[in-house]
C-alpha cells in the first residue's frame, strides 16, 4: 500500500470528525458549530482528513474498530499516558504491517478474481483477443477514419470501471475529452488504440499486468483488471514526430 506513513500521519486528524460523531457511545452524528474561524477550520480538517481514511483505509482495513481508534485519540489528546498503548513509532509500524499485509492479501483476491473473469470473458460472443497481451476488447460500433500509431496524440473519451462495476475514472463526467500521447498511456491503451479507426467505440479488458499492476493507483486496487468504454474521436499528430 503506497503512502502508508503520509496516511497514518494525516489520518489522526480524521478523528475529529469520527470523534465528534461517536464519542459518548452514540452513533448519531452531531451538529457541527461555525461560531468563528477555528471551528471552520477543524470542521474542514475533518472532512478532509475523513475523505482519505473513508477511501484508502477503511476499504483495506475493513474490520475497522471505531471503538479502539476513538480511545487511542482520546488517550492522546488528554495526555492520558497510561492508556496509550502505543509510543508514536510503535503505532505507526503496527499500522504499516497490518495495512501492508491486508493489502497483499487483497491484491491476491483480485488478481485472482481478475484472471477467472478474463477467462470467462473471452468465451463470449464478440470478445477478441490481442494475443501478445491477452487485452480484450469488443467493438461497439465501428468506425471508418484512420488508424492513430504509437507516436500519436489521440483525443477520446472513456468510461473506466472495475471487474465489479465499480467506476474509478470518466472523461464524460468531466464534460471534456481526453487528450494523450499514446506513448504515455498505460499499455493496455498503447497496445489497444492504434488498433482502432477514428469513430469507432470499443470495450477493452485490460489483464492488470497492462494496467496498474499489483500496486495500483488512487482509488484502483493492486492486481486490478481494467474495463474501459473507449470513443476514438480524432488524431492530434506529435509535433515531435
Known amino acids: 500500500m503506497k503512502h502508508l506513513k503520509t496516511i497514518l500521519t494525516s489520518s489522526a486528524l480524521a478523528v475529529a470528525t469520527v470523534f465528534a460523531s461517536c464519542a459518548g457511545g452514540t452513533s448519531q452524528n452531531k451538529t457541527a458549530k461555525f461560531d468563528n474561524a477555528a471551528d471552520s477550520a477543524s470542521y474542514a480538517i475533518g472532512v478532509l482528513m475523513g475523505t482519505q481514511m473513508h477511501d484508502q483505509i477503511i476499504p483495506v482495513l475493513e474490520d475497522f474498530n471505531l471503538d479502539n481508534f476513538?480511545?487511542?485519540?482520546?488517550?492522546?489528546?488528554?495526555n492520558d499516558t497510561a492508556n496509550v498503548q502505543y509510543k508514536p513509532q510503535e503505532a505507526q509500524q503496527v499500522f504499516m504491517t497490518v495495512m501492508n499485509r491486508l493489502a497483499e492479501a487483497k491484491a491476491q483476491k483480485t488478481l485472482a478474481e481478475g484472471k477467472k473473469f478474463l477467462e470467462e470473458n473471452a468465451k463470449k460472443e464478440g470478445v477478441k483477443v490481442i494475443d501478445s497481451t491477452g487485452v480484450q476488447y469488443i467493438v461497439l460500433e465501428e468506425g471508418d477514419g484512420a488508424q492513430p500509431t504509437i507516436d500519436d496524440v489521440v483525443e477520446c473519451d472513456y468510461v473506466g470501471t472495475l471487474i465489479?462495476?465499480?467506476?474509478?475514472?470518466?472523461?464524460?463526467?468531466?464534460?471534456?475529452?481526453?487528450?494523450f500521447p499514446l506513448?504515455?498511456?498505460?499499455?493496455?491503451?498503447?497496445?489497444?488504440?492504434?488498433?482502432?479507426?477514428?469513430?469507432?467505440?470499443?470495450?477493452?479488458?485490460?489483464?492488470?499486468?497492462?494496467g496498474y499492476g499489483p500496486r495500483g493507483t488512487g482509488n484502483i486496487p493492486g492486481n486490478s483488471v481494467l474495463i474501459f468504454d473507449v470513443t476514438l474521436h480524432q488524431i492530434i499528430k506529435d509535433d515531435k514526430k
Open 70 to 78: 476513538v480511545a487511542g485519540f482520546q488517550a492522546v489528546v488528554n
Open 164 to 179: 465489479d462495476g465499480t467506476e474509478f475514472d470518466s472523461s464524460i463526467k468531466r464534460g471534456q475529452p481526453a487528450q
Open 183 to 210: 506513448k504515455g498511456v498505460i499499455p493496455g491503451w498503447s497496445k489497444t488504440i492504434p488498433l482502432m479507426k477514428v469513430g469507432s467505440k470499443w470495450r477493452i479488458f485490460i489483464p492488470s499486468e497492462f
